[in-house]
């Protein structure tokens, strides 16, 4: 689905992200956290982060929806165009000081991911994707090619997926996990991994980077072969916004020899 204009543009994004940058490298090392109802750990700066997106958004946006992991309750659920604010990816990563971490912003249209930017400090790296292009660093990227080297081949996976599904089914396979779902998706965009499985992630894990890979005409299903839609996540009352079980993304012909090996 593609819309009439580019919403995520440069004279608002990066000014928001520098102060993004600048409030989350004064919180890096000194970080205060806790314990959610859940188990996951949220900070501080998830709070500042989603507060301060929130407020720019409505300012800028006022008729569209807005989902945050960190509101309550979401802005405007009924507007055919959502954001989507995953305002620290990575937070575990973040608390124990690795580097992979960062700010996911997308936007939905009657619930199809139409754009997203993702910001990574410490690697001092901007994805956006608008319009069906990719752009790193400003820099639009091109589809990759998978390296001739079968030993740099691997797949990404996060980290709960162990507890969801047999491992022993991927034995052959280099698996690599760096902590951030967001990150995941967007190295596959940028040809960085031939495919990524996503355990029971939520919606603010995934809507963010699905237009990078969608850009790529890359395809999506469950790990057990069942067909994936976003409408998944919105089930319940209140939706759960949350996925029923593991989430495959990649070439179809990656994804198709994924399936054999799991089935």
């Given at each position: 689905?593609s ?29 205060d956290?806790?314990?959610?109802a ?66 996911g ?21 901007t ?79 995934i ?15 469950y ?6 839609s ?9 939706p ?5 079980r ?18």
């Amino acid at each position: 689905m593609s819309i009439s204009q580019e919403y995520i543009r440069p004279d608002w994004i990066e000014p928001f992200l520098a102060e993004f940058d600048r409030h989350a490298l004064q919180a890096f090392r000194n970080v205060d956290s806790e314990a959610k109802a859940d188990g996951s750990v949220v900070t501080v700066l998830d709070r500042k982060v989603s507060e301060m997106t929130q407020q720019l958004l409505r300012e800028r946006f006022p008729e569209m929806g807005f989902i945050s992991e960190e509101e309550s309750q979401p802005y405007l659920p009924g507007a055919e165009m959502q954001w989507v604010l995953d305002p620290i990816d990575g937070t575990a990563s973040f608390v124990r000081e690795f580097p992979v971490w960062g700010f996911g912003l997308g936007l939905m249209k009657a619930r199809v991911p139409v754009e997203g930017c993702l910001r990574f400090p410490l690697l001092d790296e901007t994805y956006l994707c608008t319009a069906g292009r990719v752009y790193l660093n400003g820099r639009e990227q091109q589809p990759a090619s998978a390296p001739p080297l079968r030993d740099t081949h691997n797949v990404l996976i996060g980290s709960g997926l162990h507890g969801q599904m047999s491992m022993e089914k991927l034995k052959g396979i280099k698996l690599r996990n760096f902590g951030s779902n967001l990150y995941h998706i967007a190295a596959l965009a940028l040809g960085r991994c031939e495919a990524m499985i996503s355990p029971q992630a939520y919606l603010w894990d995934i809507v963010p980077a699905l237009p990078f890979t969608r850009a790529r005409g890359y395809v999506e299903c469950y790990l057990d072969g069942a067909p994936f839609s976003l409408d998944d996540l919105f089930s319940g009352d209140p939706p759960s916004y949350k996925l029923p079980r593991p989430l495959l993304i990649g070439p179809q012909e990656q994804v198709t020899h994924i399936l054999d090996l799991v089935r």
